[in-house]
């Protein structure tokens, strides 16, 4: 198991074109925050950073263990973090920017999928950038939209100077009817604290649980305009981390396809570390994360996001797992 | 050959090279710098440091590609030139980079630096130098060729002093964009075999002679295809040119006979196969990404349905109490000596920083010895190079620890059992 102390943490960052990403990443680079990024871009546009490493990829997508949909990873992207990990000089952080109009799979699966990024680097979060004035036609447009929801940690929901109130309120209700998980920020022309987006560790959960602790409660939520929902599951009661990674490499191997993420911290039986997992479709990784503290509640939280998710069954599993 | 001469540089060392006439060493490390060694000019074991361009952003440009190249006696006889060393002293060895600045340069033994070209904004990955000192390279999916002659006349106007000899302005030849970002280069004969993920182009050596640096691609006869849906990333050729090997990321060896294209798969790899090589008489193939150095026998009916033959299993590391013993490291460097008969004919580097060579008895003499060097504690081997005339060895790490083995008129031989 990796040692997160010492791997680069990588953000990746999706949007549709228009929605803001080369302003935010101009604010993010030029914001006075003494810290030291590479940026990983589609092309050199209008981003105007000169004491940054900026570094545009051609993108490659690679098709793992020969034609599974699911295991595609960005080739370009080995590539140029393996040649980034051997500057002396380090990194705070990593940032990759997709095109506007990719799925978010290839390039976070590549973390989970490269031997070497997989010890060396950890995916610290997925950054959706979204148009709150668009975002609607988007979403009922294509499936990107709402796969860069889907995968989202974090949604910066910008322009929202053009759009009134009420607008807005809808706007974020369509999102958490595919993702009730992130953590949604609105802003205006990309600006943002890049303390917010950068280096979150969002997988540590209890971020993504404080978005609202009382979603563990109402389990599913339905709407019936989208087919991507999201559910989470928690006990109190340790797992058997065996039998839950066996459910895992079972699950994922067999409904991946339609799981776009799926997040979890679990308690062990006996055990002064939480076990900490993530997937992206097929591709997953546990590993401990930091200590439980006094006041923390020892529970197994689990969240999925995705089409066709069946909760009773998914429960079922889960509580099979419990030691 | 069993003297080592170690080094502790602190920088990844991301590429090695010899120089093939003077055996001076350029290591290539993660600030940006090559380090030059000549053990056999150097009593202290000193190194010469060389700050290579300053690439975008402020940032040290980092060599991804490194080479050597001699326009020596040799190359100049071969060309109906003055061959007297004296008569041309510019006209010798040099070690040529390339960068993620996507610069191309000539850094001569004593440091001087000779812009070549450079693509903005792109990292040159691949650099091969051919038979002929026309100078291959690659960045993305691009592959690119400066010719001798273009070289030669750039060194000339560098020591002529004049203002143009600084700049990076040759006009590369280059060729149309292959499937994929090309991984690596390897000479086969008269052609060139780029490999990318899906397979390999074999491209026929321009002749400097016939093509024009600035004419069309397309005037020269296409490339010969050999496909494959995967990552390859490594390629060796076997030494009597019959058989192309190429390490995938997939763990898998893919081998094709040149003859008639015909293939083979060997898998069974646990990691990516960064590095393949064949033991020097042909006989054996090996991969990295295992921890045994075990090779695929070609003799007879081949490898198929055969069992590779190990030559070394790195040793059990004890288990501390109450925990299961470490997995034992891979492989994730090989190296084979090209000079002919040997004594130590094969190297690897291993993920845990030792470097083990073999004495696979080629020269009739001895057989089986083994020579074990800890380079770095913690840190895997990054690159290996044996020295084009065999007698001596460089390996780096990625924490930046370096070592030579042999060279500098200490060439201890192997015992004979």
């Known amino acids: 198991m990796k040692n997160t102390a010492t791997s680069v943490p990588v953000t990746i960052l999706t949007g549709y074109l228009g929605a803001g990403k080369t302003t935010l990443l101009n604010h993010l680079l030029t914001a006075q925050h003494g810290q030291k990024y590479a940026l990983i871009i589609n092309e050199f546009g209008e981003l105007g950073i000169d004491d940054q490493l900026v570094v545009a990829a051609d993108e490659e997508i ?41 799925a978010p799979a290839p390039v976070a699966q590549t973390f989970f999928a490269d031997e070497d990024l997989q010890q060396k680097t950890r995916l610290d979060a997925i950054i959706t950038v979204v148009d709150a004035k668009n975002i609607s036609r988007q979403l009922s447009e294509g499936r990107e939209a709402v796969a860069q929801i889907a995968f989202a940690d974090v949604i910066l929901l910008n322009k929202t100077d053009l759009v009134t109130a009420a607008e807005l309120d809808a706007v974020e209700g369509k999102i958490r009817a595919i993702n009730r998980f992130c953590e949604i920020i609105r802003t205006q022309e990309g600006v943002i604290d890049p303390k917010l987006i950068l280096g979150r560790q969002a997988f540590e959960l209890e971020k993504i649980l404080a978005v609202d602790p009382g979603f563990l409660r109402n389990g599913h939520h339905h709407d019936h305009d989208s087919e991507v929902t ?5 006990s109190d009661q340790p797992i058997d981390p065996e039998a839950f990674e066996e459910w895992m490499a079972l699950l994922l191997r067999e409904k991946g396809a339609d799981i776009f993420r799926a997040k979890g911290v679990l308690a062990l039986p006996g055990e002064a570390k939480r076990l900490v997992f993530q997937a992206v479709h097929m591709q997953f990784r546990i590993g401990f994360g930091q200590n439980w503290r006094p006041r923390d509640k020892r529970q197994n939280q689990l969240v999925f996001i995705g089409r066709n998710l069946d909760e009773p069954a998914l429960r079922r599993s889960f509580m099979a797992c419990l030691a | 050959m069993t003297e080592s001469n170690h080094w502790a540089f602190n920088h990844f060392v991301t590429k090695i090279a010899f120089s093939p006439r003077s055996g001076a060493v350029a290591f290539a490390l993660g600030n940006g710098t090559l380090r030059l060694v000549n053990l056999a000019e150097s ?20 060599v991804q590609a490194l080479a050597a190249i001699d326009f020596g006696p040799d190359f ?66 691009i592959l690119a060729c400066i010719q001798a002659a273009q070289i030669i006349e750039k060194i000339t106007r560098a020591f002529s002093g004049r203002e143009n000899g600084r700049a990076a302005d040759l006009t590369p030849r280059l060729y149309p964009p292959h499937e994929g970002s090309i991984s690596a280069l390897q000479l086969v004969g008269n ?88 033991t020097p008489d042909g006989r054996y193939l090996l991969g990295s990404g295992v921890p045994e150095m075990m090779g695929w026998d070609f003799t007879g009916a081949g490898p198929e349905g055969s069992e590779p033959r190990a030559f070394y299993i790195p040793p059990e590391k004890p288990a501390l109490r109450g925990q299961t013993p470490p997995l034992p490291p891979n492989l994730t460097a090989l190296a084979s000596n090209p000079h002919r008969p040997a004594d130590w004919c094969l190297a690897g580097g291993y ?16 057989h089986g010895n083994l020579h074990r060097v800890e380079v770095s504690r913690r840190a895997a081997i990054a690159c290996l190079a044996f020295a084009p005339d065999g007698n001596s060895l460089a390996a780096g790490t990625e924490d930046g620890k370096a070592v030579i083995i042999g060279g500098g008129g200490t060439m201890p031989r192997p015992h004979a059992r």
């Open chain 2, 191 to 278: 052609r060139l075999a780029v490999a990318y993920f899906g397979g390999i182009s074999l491209w026929p050596l321009g002749d400097a002679a016939t093509i024009p640096a600035q004419s069309p691609v397309s005037q020269s006869p296409a490339a010969t295809k050999l496909a494959w849906k995967g990552a390859l990333l490594s390629l060796a050729l076997s030494p009597d040119g019959e058989y192309l090997a190429a390490g995938l990321g997939e763990g898998e060896l893919h081998v094709w006979r040149m003859r008639d294209g015909t293939d083979l798969r060997m898998s069974g790899y646990g990691a990516k196969i960064k590095s393949v090589a064949w």
């Open chain 1, 230 to 234: 999201s559910i989470s599951l928690a």
């Open chain 2, 351 to 366: 993920e845990d920083g030792s470097l083990v060579l073999i004495d696979l008895g080629l020269n009739g003499k001895s």
């Open chain 2, 43 to 62: 009593r202290f074991h000193k190194s010469q440091e060389i700050t290579l361009p300053v690439g975008s952003g402020g940032d040290p440009s980092l």
């Open chain 2, 76 to 141: 100049r006889q071969g060309t109906g030139q003055d061959s007297d060393v004296n008569s041309r002293p510019e006209l010798g060895e040099y070690f040529i980079t390339g960068g993620d600045d996507g610069g191309v340069n000539l850094v001569s033994l004593a440091g001087k630096i000779i812009p070549l070209v450079r693509h903005s904004g792109r990292w040159i990955d691949n650099l091969q130098v051919a038979p002929n000192r026309d100078v291959y390279y690659s960045y993305g999916k």
């Open chain 1, 62 to 102: 690679f098709e793992m263990n020969n034609g599974c949909v699911c295991c595609t990873v960005r080739g370009d992207l080995i590539r140029i973090i393996t040649g980034l990990l051997q500057r002396s000089q380090k990194f705070d952080g990593i940032i990759v920017e997709t095109t506007g109009l990719a």
